[in-house]
């Protein structure tokens, strides 16, 4: 991920792919491991889930966490630019 801040490479190896409603996978470096659920939502949205076991300390802090959000508002815009591009 690249962001303001610099950036962080993440290497990781997927555990489980359920399309479209789970991805899981660890960090073999951290021996995190994070799984995302999807669900649509009545109003046409999508809602994310994100449970994270084995987090390091160093990635608890309010800085980590902040980066984090930050990265699923950077898919987010990933994502609705997607739609806009296949909408026209």
């Keep these: 991920m690249v962001g303001?801040?610099?950036s962080y490479r993440m290497v990781a190896i997927f555990t489980e792919v359920?399309?479209?409603q789970l991805?899981?996978?660890v960090e073999p470096t951290s021996g995190m491991h994070?799984?995302?659920t999807l669900?649509?939502?009545?109003d046409g949205s999508t809602e994310v889930v994100i449970h994270q076991r084995h987090v390091p300390e160093p990635m608890r802090s309010p800085?980590?966490?902040a980066g984090f959000l930050t990265s699923l508002?950077?898919?987010e815009e990933?994502?609705?630019r997607l739609l806009r591009k296949g909408a026209s």
């Excluded at 669900?39 to 009545?42: H, I, M, R, V």
């Design 18 to 20: 359920v399309p479209p």
């Design 73 to 75: 508002d950077k898919l």
């Design 4 to 6: 303001e801040g610099g």
């Design 63 to 65: 800085e980590a966490r």
């Design 34 to 36: 994070t799984t995302g």
């Design 23 to 25: 991805l899981s996978w």
């Design 39 to 42: 669900a649509e939502l009545d």
């Design 78 to 80: 990933h994502l609705n």
